[in-house]
């Protein structure tokens, strides 16, 4: 339930994994907002006025001021909303700072190497994304006993800080697998991953914002051939050069 | 005077990460043991505080380990409440300050890297360009965020002064290495008058190593790149 005078505007894209973070924090929270889906190859005038050094999705627009980064929403939603539902971060300190780096970790390493995936040309650059995939997602796994302590989520036995930033890429792990032909939380080698993938999918605030696989999947396909296609092109262009 | 805390830094005199949390703790007032690390030999301690990223800073408190830099200066932030506060209090302020110190490391300063990563002209042009528009942006937020006051944090150094300030002896580094200036008194005036201030500040002035160290550090950076390169061709 929004508080009296509270206007929020979430510009998005359902593909991305960083809009669907702020999504599930709003969703967690219980914060009504307006839905924006942005075309990014065709960016409105609200998204490059609010976000004018990145021009990025998301943008949380809260009574007409923009925040940006998806982390940086997440952390101003506990801030500006204290009284919609427990934060995402813990209160102490200590344990706020094993969150943001976890949080960082999934950025920095996780995504990228997805984005290696994505870029893969080669069967030799496949490998390597795929290696370092995994070995993410073993980290993470790690992760997930030392901050969950036999608990359901990284923040316990509720949704904490690290389960919305890696909840944003919930969807893109069933997607990507299947693009891929990955099984990147594996039961066997990840089971608290695997678990923890399963939960947070079944999470009535989750269902409610989380894309369609179907539709991601499809666009990962679409990923891979234009990937595939520039590296044909670019073959073809230094064969002739050569 | 405060307590001596149980409170180890894991760092480095040149590396900008490690710097901003050596002025961070100067701005409160904290002592700690500064524990300079070799990067090229890692010390044991560092594996095992740091060992899914072994990189410096760490900070080690009560015997429990804090790594990456900015998270290191929200705990710090967090444990030592007392003024100055590091981040502003209201959270739209936070949410901006936290905004350009993330732009710093995941723009400024990679771009920054990459003029000294850069194997040909091409690329090292490139990145300058990069670069010095990310200072033009730097110098916007500047105008429009400090309102006439010394710092990005206002009166006193904060979240976002930490964060680019740490870097100024880098920048210096490689205007002497490469010839362009990136803090300049014609295209970034206000950033100019605010480096000064920065590097006269109490908390800061003595965490500021001369950059012809970072020129020396770079310079072996550059060769341990070209060695690996050459060794994977």
Known sequence: MAVGGDELKLLGMFSSPFALRVKLALSFKGLSFQYVEEDLRNKSELLVVSNPVHRKVPVLIHNGLPVCESMVIVQYLDEAFPGAGAPFLPSDPYDRAVARFWASYIDEKLFSAWVALFAAKTEEEKAEGTKQTLAAAETLEGALRECSKGNPFFGGDA?????????????????????????????????????????????????????????????????????AAAASTAATAAAKTS | MAAKEDLQLLGLAVSPFAIRVRIALNLKGVSYENLEQNLMDKSELLLKSNPVHKKVPVLIHGG???????????????????????????????????????????????????????????????????????????????????????????????????????????LEAVRRMFGVAFIDAGETPLLAAWAERFREAEAANGELPDADIAVEFGRTLQARWAAASAAAN
Not at chain 1, 204 to 214: C, I, N, Q, R, T
Not at chain 2, 104 to 121: C, H, N, W
Not at chain 2, 123 to 148: C, D, H, I, N, Y
Request: proline share 5%; aromatic share 10%; with cysteine.
């Open chain 1, 159 to 227: 949704v904490g800080y690290v389960d919305v930033a890696l909840g944003g890429f919930a969807a893109w792990v069933h997607a990507f697998d299947e693009v891929h032909g990955l099984r990147q939380f594996d039961a066997a080698r990840t089971p608290l991953l695997a678990a923890w993938l399963a939960r947070f999918g079944e999470l009535d605030s989750a269902k409610a914002v989380m894309p369609d696989v179907g539709r991601l999947v499809e666009r990962g396909k679409m990923m891979q051939a234009q990937a």
């Open chain 2, 64 to 170: 429990k380990p804090i790594c990456e830099s900015l998270v290191i200066l929200q705990y710090v932030d967090e444990v030592w409440t007392a003024a100055p506060s590091i981040l502003p209090a209201e959270p739209y302020n936070r949410a901006v300050a936290r905004f350009w110190a993330g732009f710093v490391d995941d723009k400024l300063f990679p771009s920054m890297v990459g003029i000294l990563k850069a194997t040909t002209e091409e690329e090292r042009a490139a990145k300058v360009s990069e670069t010095l528009a990310a200072m033009g942006k730097l110098e916007e937020a500047f105008a429009e965020r400090a309102s006439g006051k010394p710092f990005f944090g206002g009166d006193s150094i904060g979240y976002v002064d930490l964060a680019l300030g740490s870097t100024l002896i880098w």
